[in-house]
């Protein structure tokens, strides 16, 4: 059993930090809480080069895991690797604070775009880190359900577009001789060459 979580931290690791040796024994490159854990160092040390002003005046930092896994909104994940992001981090100078890492799924931020308008993603980061600093709850489900913004959450606008596109291209190919289901109620016609 022992050997199983080994492998579930390795297996982590070798996708979203840095595993400890790949299969000819050399160290894979960084990614995810690794390549965020370099990039928020720089920006402490302030050494991110030309573009540094613009974080010269940064007192807290919300560091940020964009993910395409679903899965990894199941509270284990928050903070296994918000623990791997802290260890590869190291010490914050004084008057800088880095916010516990939060794991959003690109679904999540798809709605986010859709919903910021009623909010700041700022004050949604901070408010979570608030509620969360254990990241015990993943941001999806802390968004579900914490009133200031589970009403406020709308589905993607572009993935409603898309969506809507598809059903009147498939509509138009599966039905050729029906009423269309474009909105203008003007019927458009699908010529083959």
Same mark, same amino acid.
């Given at each position: 059993?022992?050997?199983? $979580?080994?492998?579930? $931290?390795?297996? @982590? &690791?070798?996708?979203? *930090? $840095?595993?400890?040796? #790949?299969?000819?024994?050399?160290? =894979? ?7 965020? +854990?370099?990039?928020?160092?720089? @920006?402490?040390? +302030? !050494?991110? *080069? ?12 919300? /560091? ?8 990894? !909104?199941? /509270?284990?994940? *928050?903070?296994?690797?918000?623990? =791997? %992001? ?19 799924? @690109? +679904?999540?931020? =798809? ?5 910021? =308008?009623?909010?700041?993603? &700022? ?6 880190? +608030?509620?969360?600093?254990?990241? %015990?709850?993943?941001?999806?489900? %802390? $968004? ?8 406020? @959450? ?8 898309? #969506?809507? !596109? ?9 039905? /050729?001789?029906? /009423?269309?289901?474009?909105?203008? *109620? ?8």
């Amino acid at each position: 059993m022992l050997g199983d $979580i080994d492998q579930w $931290i390795e297996q @982590i &690791r070798s996708r979203y *930090g $840095i595993a400890t040796a #790949s299969a000819g024994g050399k160290q =894979e490159r960084s990614k995810g809480v690794a390549q965020l +854990a370099q990039l928020v160092r720089r @920006i402490l040390d +302030a !050494n991110c *080069g030309a573009v540094q002003p613009d974080f010269a005046a940064a007192e807290v930092i919300h /560091p940020v895991l964009l993910v395409h896994d679903a899965r990894l !909104n199941a /509270p284990a994940y *928050g903070t296994f690797l918000d623990a =791997e %992001f802290r260890a590869l981090l190291g010490g914050v100078p004084m008057g800088k604070r880095v916010m516990p890492l939060t794991v959003m799924t @690109i +679904a999540d931020l =798809e709605n986010l775009e859709s919903s910021v =308008e009623e909010f700041s993603m &700022r004050q949604l980061l901070a408010d979570y880190a +608030a509620a969360q600093p254990e990241a %015990f709850v993943s941001l999806h489900n %802390f $968004i579900s359900v914490d009133p200031r913004y589970a009403g406020k @959450i709308k589905p993607s606008a572009q993935l409603m577009k898309d #969506s809507d !596109n598809l059903m009147r291209l498939t509509h138009r190919e599966l039905f /050729p001789d029906s /009423p269309s289901l474009d909105p203008d *109620g003007v019927r458009a016609r699908h010529e083959a060459v």
